[in-house]
Structure formats: structure tokens, C-alpha cells
């Protein structure tokens, strides 16, 4: 296997109009979404063999769920479906193309509850790649299970992704958030986090503040900029990369898309970590912010997420 991501398959509930509040949408649609799932449909799309880990409840909801991610090629034998809990919702609103408001609907929701016992041990430690973010670190006995999943993953010799990916209303506190995250960093290989994360966990805004982070132990800090591109700094250096001007229709799983991106060019050659060079990398969130850029210009995530070879064909036209 390629990429295994864990974590959290919901239902995104969109909104019917852009350019309003959560409380002013008029109407919402049920999509599939989640950010690890999203990753590896995107992931799939491009190639890469991809699989899931998680947990949804047994409803209709997540049997849905399950079978979009099988049908869009993304191994589903680690989809687990929890008999008491119900899916989880997430009800986002866009005040504009480039922002996303976020209630999510948990009582709790059925992606928190998967347990170490239920974990398939043989799919992480045969992947090169685990990736996940800290939607599973808010709540046991997921944190617990997200923990045992990396020990395995990485013991086995696979790179190690972790999306900062704040949302708020997840947390007691963003102090809370602030702990669980500092924990993670120091056993990820590669950090992914936005400019609003970066600041939370810095002070700063400025992507140069990633270097506090890479002190923490990472060997690749990526902070992603929205219709600025990104950034990445490692041991070797720190560049920016410029974004690619197109017509953002909906920005929401822009960032899952640039995951998947990157993931797959570092594990194009079989040691990801000869790749951690400026010219290579350069190349690299170019690859990345491509795949971000495409998928922005279509509404939803999913049926958004571009292929090999339509991230091929748009970067030979720009």
C-alpha cells in the first residue's frame, strides 16, 4: 500500500448559497467528506494505491460513505461501522470562496469511537505512507488509536503525515488543541499546517516561523497559503512557492488535495527522504498546488479531485 490515511469519514453538509453566515444558509446538501478520506480519494485519483482507517456508524449515512470511497478506487478494509453512534455531520457555511465556517454534529460521532483492538494491523505496517490529522487526537478512545496506528506505521519504516487541521469547535479550548498538537509534531516526518495554525502554534503568521517547528523534530514543515500557494522548509532550506491564478469556484478540500499531491510525488522514488532538497521540493508543492488548484475550481470536494493526468495536462499549460 501506498497511503493509508486514518481518521474521520462524515457526511459535509454544503451549503445552498455562497457568501453567507452558518445561521443565514438557506438549505444544505449531503456530500461526502472528511479530510483523511478526501486524502486518499485524492491520493487514488492520482495513482497512488490508497486505503482508509476509520469508523462510521451503521447507518445509511456510512455505508454510503464507504461505498463512494470504494468506488473511487480507495481500499475500504479498514472502515470499521459503530452500532451505537451515528455518522458524523459537519454543516460548513462560506462567507466567501476562500473561508469556510464549521459546525460539526457529534454525540457522540461514530469517527471518535474506533479502538486500537479494531485497528488492521497488517495494512499500516505494510504502507509507505500514514497520514492523519488532529480531528483524531480531540477524543478518546481515537487519540489513544491514533497513537497506536503511528507506532505501528512507523516501526514498519513508513513516512509519517500529520495535518495540523484546527477547527475550533472541536476542542475544549484551543489551549487543548495547542497540547494534543505539540505532542504529535516531534513523531511526524512532515507537518502540514495553514497560516492561522502556524500562528496558534507560534505567534506568526509569517511562514518562516515553520522553522520553530522543524526544531521539533520533522524533517519537512509545509505551510499552505491558500490563493498564495505554500511554503516548505527543511534541513536543506525554505522557499516559497507561488499559487496558480485560477478561478476558485470552492476552496473546501483544496488543502486534502495538496496533501495527496505532495504525498505522492515524495514517494515517487523509494527513499522519500533524498527528495528533501530545494530544487525538488520546489518541484514538488508545484505538483501540489496544482492538484489545489483544480480541485478549487469545482464545487465539492470529491467530484472535484483531478486526475494523473489532468494535474499532467494543466501543468504543461501553465
Not at 486505503?51 to 472502515?79: C, M, P, S, T
Not at 506505521?153 to 484546527?166: P, Q, W
Not at 500557494?229 to 516559497?240: D, K, L, P, T, W
Request: glycine letters at 8%.
Amino acid at each position: 500500500m501506498d497511503i493509508v490515511c486514518l481518521g474521520e469519514l462524515l457526511v459535509d453538509m454544503f451549503p445552498a448559497e455562497l457568501g453567507r453566515r452558518l445561521a443565514e444558509v438557506s438549505a444544505f446538501y449531503p456530500k461526502p467528506g472528511g479530510a483523511p478520506a478526501n486524502a486518499a480519494v485524492a491520493a487514488a485519483r492520482l495513482g497512488a494505491r490508497a486505503a482508509f482507517i476509520g469508523k462510521v456508524g451503521d447507518d445509511a449515512f456510512g455505508h454510503h460513505l464507504a461505498r463512494v470511497l470504494q468506488e473511487n478506487g480507495v481500499d475500504i478494509r479498514g472502515v470499521r461501522y459503530d452500532t451505537q453512534a451515528r455518522t458524523t455531520m459537519a454543516f460548513i457555511a462560506k462567507p466567501d470562496v476562500n473561508t469556510q465556517e464549521f459546525v460539526f454534529y457529534r454525540n457522540p460521532g461514530a469517527d471518535t469511537l474506533l479502538r486500537a483492538d479494531e485497528l488492521d494491523r497488517d495494512l499500516l505496517r505494510e504502507t509507505r505512507v500514514l497520514h492523519f490529522g488532529s480531528l483524531s487526537l480531540g477524543q478518546e478512545p481515537i487519540r489513544s488509536t491514533t497513537w497506536e496506528a503511528l507506532a505501528l506505521a512507523k516501526e514498519a519504516g513508513a513516512l509519517i503525515s500529520f495535518d495540523v487541521n484546527y477547527r475550533p469547535t472541536l476542542w475544549d479550548s484551543p489551549s487543548a488543541a495547542i497540547e494534543q498538537v505539540r505532542a504529535m509534531i516531534p513523531h511526524a516526518h512532515l507537518v502540514k499546517i495553514n497560516e492561522v495554525e502556524l500562528e496558534l502554534l507560534t505567534g506568526s503568521q509569517d511562514p518562516a516561523a515553520s522553522q520553530r517547528l522543524l526544531a521539533d523534530g520533522p524533517q519537512l514543515v509545509v505551510v499552505t497559503l491558500g490563493p498564495l500557494g505554500s511554503y516548505f522548509c527543511c534541513a536543506s532550506g525554505a522557499e516559497a512557492v507561488p499559487a496558480f491564478q485560477v478561478n476558485t469556484l470552492d476552496a473546501t478540500g483544496c488543502g486534502d488535495a495538496f496533501i495527496a499531491g505532495l504525498l505522492c510525488q515524495l514517494i515517487s522514488t523509494d527513499d522519500w527522504q533524498s527528495q528533501l532538497k530545494p530544487d525538488r521540493l520546489r518541484a514538488i508543492l508545484r505538483y501540489a498546488n496544482a492538484v489545489g488548484a483544480l480541485t478549487a475550481q469545482k464545487v465539492g470536494v470529491i467530484p472535484a479531485l483531478p486526475s494523473a493526468a489532468q494535474v499532467d495536462e494543466f501543468l504543461k499549460s501553465h
